[in-house]
Each structure stands twice: as structure tokens, then as C-alpha cells.
């Protein structure tokens, strides 16, 4: 049966700043699931109800390193990745009729950790092993934590790419891969096409695409994805404003706009949302807009 695009949600992080959460620290949104979790629902609950049929949890810069370096114990650590998955849930209740909403448990790139801005360029140093046993931990608390899908994201090189698709593949759960690029290259400046490529024999990855890239790049970005995958797509660009990590701040014009998102359709792109810098009245523009776009053959987000 045919069926609509899905609608993911925006920048939860640009939401909470515009809310007046100041998220200067190293942890990011991350550090809200342990001193404002409502903080958390109530941005979640905001792009539900501006038509987003999907969350994507506060859980990307979290790390049990991350919590160790301001004094969470493990035990609380875990809690409060857990919770990242709790708190969309109940955002989607207070939404009402929760049953057409999902929960994307975010899986973000060993650079978010280090809230340094190397996960736009991907020059860790590190092996595919030294990934994997970096990821490996978090990953299966995350993969247990009950969200629909693993929403591994903002992934700027194959080395990474490798790592997360082998632990993906070992953990048996449902995932979406998405890479930061620029142009037709990762962040780290290798062919995108072989990250699509190297996904498309793994079983447990549902749709694989792009996040954090400019607006105008996707259409490029989602055809490559659909062709070199032969699954469905996801995108969600960034607004077109470039991070200044030694600043920590966003500089340049926004060029995102949901006029662009029936191109990335017709492409192939199955779940459609924003990044950093889009927020809900995007969002809205984009469900708006969502029954004029062509219809693909399969869904690609189920419960669990």
C-alpha cells in the first residue's frame, strides 16, 4: 500500500534555547534529562503538535562518559538515557492519540561527545574497533530502552559508519543511519555514496539518508542515498546556518523551507524533518505540505 512521508520533528536543541534553557555546557540538551526533564517533554509535546509524527529523544550528546565528567554515577547515567525515551513517550501522550506517533531513540557520533565540533569533520584518530568499544555500551542501553527505532545520526565518516553498522547488526533492533556531509562527501571528505553503500546489506537498518547538511545539498544527498542503499530515506537538513564551534554559535542565512521537501520526496525520501535551527513553525509548514507530495510503496517506522 502506498503511503505518505513521515514527519520528523526539528531541532529539539533549538527549541529549548528558544524556550531559555541555557545549553552552553558540554552536554548539551542531554544535561536537561537529569535537572528538567519537562523541559525536554514539553519541546517534544511542541512538535507534535505542530504535526511531527516523530520524536528523536534527547539522547544524542548523552554518553556515560559525558555524565562521569560532571559527576553521575553509572547507575544514573543509564537512568537518564533511559528517561530520553520515557519523556518522548509521554509527549506523545500528552499530544493525545499516541498510537500515530514514534519515538526515535537518538544514537549520536563519538565527536557529539566531545562537544568540540568534530563531528563536522570526523578526524577522531580512532579505529573501527575503538569506535565499536566506545559505542558498544551505550548503544545497548539505548537499544533497550523501548524506542521504535534507533535514530543513529550526524555520522561524518566511514570509519564510524563501519563501526555503528557492525554494533547495529550484532544488537538485532530496528535503525535508521544518517550522515553529515557537505556536497556529495562526508564531513571527513570521502564519497557519501560508499556510507549509503556500505548500509544497504544490513538487515536491521530501516531507511538511511542525511541530517545536519544544508537544505540545498538534500535533494543531491537523498538521490545518492536512494540509489546506492535501495532503501528508503531519511533527511532532515540543517536551516543553511553554519556552526561555529570556537564561537558556539550559528552564523550565515537560513535557506531551509518546506518547498524543498516534495524534491527530496520525489527522490526518495520517506521521513522528512529539520535539524539545528528549524523549529516548529517549519515543522508545521512541512505537515502542511506533506499530503501534496508524492506517495511512496512502504513505511519504514513500526513499534517494536
Known amino acids: 500500500m502506498a503511503t505518505r512521508p513521515v514527519i520528523l520533528d526539528g531541532g529539539l536543541a533549538t527549541l529549548?534555547?528558544?524556550?531559555?534553557?541555557?545549553?552552553?555546557?558540554?552536554?548539551?540538551?542531554?544535561?536537561?534529562?537529569?535537572?528538567?526533564?519537562?523541559?525536554?517533554?514539553?519541546?517534544?509535546?511542541?512538535?507534535?503538535?505542530?504535526?511531527?509524527?516523530?520524536?528523536?529523544?534527547?539522547?544524542?550528546?548523552?554518553?556515560?562518559?559525558?555524565?562521569?565528567?560532571?559527576?553521575?554515577?553509572?547507575?544514573?547515567?543509564?537512568?537518564?538515557?533511559?528517561?530520553?525515551?520515557?519523556?518522548?513517550?509521554?509527549?506523545?501522550?500528552?499530544?493525545?492519540?499516541?498510537?500515530?506517533?514514534?519515538?526515535?531513540?537518538?544514537?549520536?557520533?563519538?565527536?557529539?561527545?566531545?562537544?568540540?565540533g568534530s563531528e563536522y569533520r570526523g578526524d577522531y584518530g580512532l579505529t573501527v574497533h575503538q569506535l565499536r568499544e566506545w559505542h558498544r555500551p551505550r548503544l545497548e542501553i539505548l537499544a533497550d530502552a523501548g524506542g521504535d527505532v534507533l535514530a543513529v545520526e550526524t555520522i561524518p565518516c566511514l570509519a564510524e559508519v563501519e563501526a555503528l553498522l557492525t554494533e547495529i547488526q550484532a544488537l538485532g533492533v530496528p535503525a535508521w543511519l544518517s550522515v553529515t556531509a557537505r556536497g556529495l562527501r562526508t564531513r571527513a571528505g570521502e564519497p557519501v555514496d560508499e556510507a549509503f553503500a556500505m548500509a544497504a546489506d544490513v538487515d536491521g537498518v530501516v531507511a538511511v539518508g542525511v541530517n545536519c547538511v544544508d537544505s540545498t545539498d538534500a535533494a543531491d544527498l537523498v538521490a545518492a542515498a536512494a540509489e546506492g542503499s535501495g532503501k528508503p530515506v531519511v533527511v532532515y537538513p540543517n536551516s543553511g546556518e553554519d556552526w561555529d564551534p570556537a564561537a558556539r554559535s550559528w552564523v550565515g542565512s537560513a535557506t531551509f523551507g518546506p518547498e524543498h521537501a516534495a524534491v527530496w520526496v520525489a527522490s526518495g525520501a520517506r521521513l522528512v524533518g529539520g535539524c539545528c535551527r528549524v523549529g516548529p513553525g517549519s515543522i508545521r509548514q512541512l505537515a502542511r505540505s506533506a499530503p501534496g507530495w508524492p506517495a511512496g510503496e512502504r513505511g519504514c517506522v513500526s513499534s517494536r
Do not use: K
Open 16 to 116: 529549548l534555547e528558544a524556550h531559555g534553557h541555557d545549553l552552553s555546557s558540554a552536554l548539551w540538551s542531554a544535561r536537561l534529562l537529569i535537572e528538567n526533564p519537562a523541559a525536554i517533554v514539553a519541546a517534544h509535546r511542541a512538535y507534535f503538535e505542530a504535526g511531527a509524527q516523530v520524536a528523536i529523544t534527547a539522547s544524542y550528546q548523552a554518553s556515560l562518559q559525558g555524565f562521569a565528567a560532571i559527576g553521575v554515577g553509572r547507575s544514573d547515567a543509564e537512568r537518564a538515557l533511559r528517561r530520553s525515551v520515557e519523556l518522548a513517550r509521554t509527549a506523545a501522550r500528552q499530544a493525545g492519540d499516541d498510537r500515530r506517533r514514534w519515538v526515535a531513540t537518538s544514537v549520536g557520533p563519538y565527536g557529539a561527545a566531545l562537544a568540540d
